[in-house]
């Protein structure tokens, strides 16, 4: 239980940085990027891996 807190925890702070990123950027070529780097941490925080 606490192992999955953790991961969750994780992967919800590697998701805010990939946001933090992506609001930074200037070129959409990079968003889009940034957007497809966010898709599986975001699945996995809503649990539909």
Known sequence: ???TIL???LT???A?????N???RKKWQEEI???I???PFL???FRLK
Do not use: S
């Open 22 to 24: 992506l609001l930074k």
């Open 37 to 39: 780097i966010l898709i």
């Open 33 to 35: 990027l940034y957007i």
């Open 1 to 3: 239980m606490i192992i």
């Open 7 to 9: 991961y969750y925890l």
């Open 16 to 20: 805010f940085l990939i946001v933090w």
């Open 43 to 45: 699945l996995r925080l």
């Open 12 to 14: 919800a702070y590697i």
